[in-house]
């Protein structure tokens, strides 16, 4: 009898041995992978360039005739803009830099009669001759190109002009929303110095760290004329010039430090389209970049087994390539097994709640290579939308969001504003 209970002892403990040892095997290794995050946006100082003209043939301003376009822009934000003085050599009208000054220190937009921050500038490349019908263009060219000069009252020839404000009026007009219209009307007629204006251009630099990004995008004082502003100045023909800004005019965006989620479940911890923000921090990271609290909130919830927030360690925020310059970038290793997935998200630093992030199902944690072209930009829609990197309620750019509330959703490609590069043009993420 003794000896049977030995025996079934013994038995039954060899059955837990090999379903321990069954069950071990079973158990997932976990395995080590790196996610890197970069900005790789080629990013643009400019935020929007445009060009105006008049009706007529030759599409000139004529005495008495006046023009207008619209633009968005944010806090600290200037407009500038060149139109040739067409009876003279080679002088245009521009606003002193960095341009027309369009918010008030608190934030309020600026209407009305701005006509005193236009001047009359001399490009330097031709002899004046006394302005008027009778000017012979192109002229005679200067023996050696000066320098662009503010004429006052008189050029280095001698001749006689009255402040651009007695010729030029322009106005401005706020539309809500932080759009603005101006109007540029040409007063020339009746005075000593009447002149039509020729064709122009115009253009709105980005601001980062409350700095305009080229706070002389058309002209430098002191400074000879370049990038085709002579042929506005001598010509009147303004595609050169905005050919050239054109070219410097585009997308200009920061990434938010980085949200990195490893979690096992069916579906992102975090958020959904069409559905609205959870309050659960989401809304924090989409309008002012901060992930802590969606951070705090994820760590509590079941099936989430990592939560990291990427800072960039030099400029906390992950800027996007300057002038050739490499954007910033991000790393994190992770410990993984089969089965766990990984979402990320970041702000689209300059709008008002839009987010990158994972689409569809997330990613296989244990897969690697690019997944770049697996992000999406979303909506958050918490905040009201404005031109990306010209509001003047973006939280990024000194403004406080408008409270609105939609269901998250992609954004859409051209948007009402503008139109993105593709988003793997922007944000580049890999395992490895």
């Not at 009669?113 to 490009?123: E, P």
């Not at 009026?169 to 009746?190: E, P």
């Not at 939560?307 to 400029?315: I, P, Q, S, W």
């Amino acid at each position: 009898m003794k000896y049977n209970l030995l025996k079934t002892y013994y038995l039954f403990a060899s059955v837990l041995t090999l379903a321990a040892c069954k069950k071990d095997d079973d158990m997932p290794s976990a395995q080590s992978t790196t996610i890197s995050i970069e900005n790789v946006l080629d990013s643009k100082p400019l935020v929007e360039t445009g060009t105006f003209q008049g009706t007529g043939t030759p599409p000139v301003i004529l005495p008495g005739q006046s023009t207008s376009f619209t633009f968005s822009a944010a806090k600290n934000q200037r407009l500038t803009f060149a139109t040739m003085y067409g009876w003279s050599n080679d002088l245009f009208f521009a606003p002193d830099n960095p341009g027309i000054q369009l918010y008030n220190d608190n934030g309020e937009p600026i209407t009305g009669d701005v006509s005193d921050q236009i001047k009359l500038w001399d490009n330097g490349t031709r002899q004046n001759q006394v302005p008027g019908s009778a000017v012979v263009h192109p002229g005679t060219a200067e023996s050696a190109a000066k320098n662009i000069k503010e004429v006052s009252g008189t050029d280095d020839y001698g001749n006689s002009y009255l402040a651009a404000s007695k010729l030029m009026k322009v106005m401005l007009a706020y539309n809500g929303n932080s759009m603005f219209t101006v109007t540029i009307s040409n007063i020339s007629g009746g005075t000593g110095n009447e002149t039509p204006f020729s064709p122009g251009v115009w253009t709105i630099s980005y601001v980062a760290g409350g700095n305009q990004l080229l706070p002389e995008a058309i002209y430098s004082a002191g400074k000879p004329s370049a990038n085709g502003l002579t042929n506005i100045a001598e010509m009147g023909d303004n595609s050169v010039l905005n050919t050239y800004l054109m070219g410097k005019t585009g997308i200009f965006t920061p990434l938010s430090p980085v949200l990195v989620v490893v979690y096992n479940g069916q579906a992102n911890p975090f958020f959904m389209t069409g559905e609205n923000d959870r309050g659960e921090g989401l809304k924090d990271l989409a309008q002012k970049g901060s992930a802590d609290a969606l951070a705090a909130a994820l760590k509590t919830k079941a099936g989430v087994k990592a939560v990291y927030v990427l800072k960039d360690a030099t400029n906390t925020v992950l800027l996007p390539r300057i002038n050739g310059a490499a954007g910033g970038s991000v790393s994190q290793q992770l410990s993984v097994v089969k089965g766990d997935r990984v979402a990320i998200a970041t702000m689209y630093g300059f709008s008002n709640d839009w987010f990158f992030a994972t689409s569809g199902n997330d990613w296989d944690a244990t897969q690697k290579g690019d997944l770049s072209s697996t992000i999406g930009l979303y909506d958050d829609g918490t905040a009201v939308n404005q031109f990306p990197g010209a509001g003047i309620t973006q939280f990024n750019l000194a403004g406080t969001p408008l409270t609105e509330s939609k269901v998250i959703a992609a954004v859409p490609n051209p948007n009402a504003f503008t139109t993105l590069p593709a988003i793997s043009s922007i944000i580049k993420v890999t395992l490895q």
